[in-house]
């Protein structure tokens, strides 16, 4: 299954119109970002509030992960300060797998974005998030802070942003998208040999875990007879047939 570097911004000094700053409002997409990430199935490592871009670049590189994911929001230059609208998704130019991900979440947020026209996908490089990182990366400007209606935008519609960028994951990843919903707990209830944890919803896919009867397992997805489940750390699909779900 796949794993992200989840980075949104430690930039707390950019203020966004209206109150609050960059942040702040960027750590409300991630928080509401992990729901549907573990309902899909979709593992992830987080930065935290007091690291820096450096430093989630030096994390990011430590590990062995599919794709860096920045979260920020933008700004325009002081002559211009408010009056600059739009979603820019940057990614390196050298980076196929970055700026297919760029790509998707771009097309995905014209569907959510009052300005379509709006959203655009671009190569960069002066982007330390996508162009010095090991995995293939994206950085997302969602809208310009400094501008009221952009901001307000942010501010109202942080859900539905988070769904939309994890719904982007999937298509990227080719996997479901699964809506978020709790996780419960299970046991494995076969009559013999062993339940297999698989990398997608099929039975012909990759086996990644076996699973033996009476076994504790965590469902945090369910999608067309398959259940996305944590198994001692192995995250996968199981037949849902052969899961006996418990309390939450």
């Known amino acids: ?26 750590n409300l997409i991630a928080d509401a970002m992990e729901p549907f990430l573990r309902s899909s199935g979709i593992r992830y490592r987080r930065n935290t509030p007091d690291m820096t871009a450096a430093s989630s670049i030096v994390q990011s590189n430590q590990g062995n992960y599919d794709l860096h994911l920045a979260l920020h ?7 211009e300060a408010g009056m600059r609208q739009g979603t820019e998704v940057y990614y390196a130019p050298g980076s196929k797998k970055g700026r297919r991900a760029a790509e998707i979440i771009a097309e995905n947020l014209r569907d959510i974005y009052p300005y379509p026209q709006l959203v655009r996908s671009l190569p960069t490089t002066r982007l ?12 997302v400007e969602f809208a310009y802070h400094d501008n009221l209606e952009d901001a307000n935008w942010i501010r109202q519609n942080i859900p539905v942003i988070a769904q939309n960028v994890v719904l982007s994951l999937t298509q990227y990843f080719g996997i479901p998208f699964i809506p978020a919903q709790p996780a ?15 990398q997608y919803p099929n039975t012909s896919s990759a086996v990644l875990a076996r699973a033996w009867n009476g076994n ?19 995250v996968g699909y199981a037949d849902a047939r052969y899961i006996v779900l418990r309390e939450r």
């Open 1 to 26: 299954m796949p794993i992200i570097y989840l980075s949104p911004s430690t930039q707390e000094w950019n203020p966004v119109a209206g109150g609050g700053n960059e942040e702040y409002y960027m």
């Open 73 to 79: 929001s933008n700004a325009a230059p002081e002559s």
């Open 128 to 139: 330390g998030e996508v162009t010095k990182t090991r995995a293939p990366a994206v950085l």
């Open 184 to 198: 419960y707990r299970g046991v494995v209830q076969v009559s013999s040999g062993w339940l297999n944890i698989r």
């Open 216 to 234: 504790p397992i965590t469902v945090t997805g369910n999608w067309q007879g398959w259940y996305v489940v944590d198994y001692y750390g192995t």
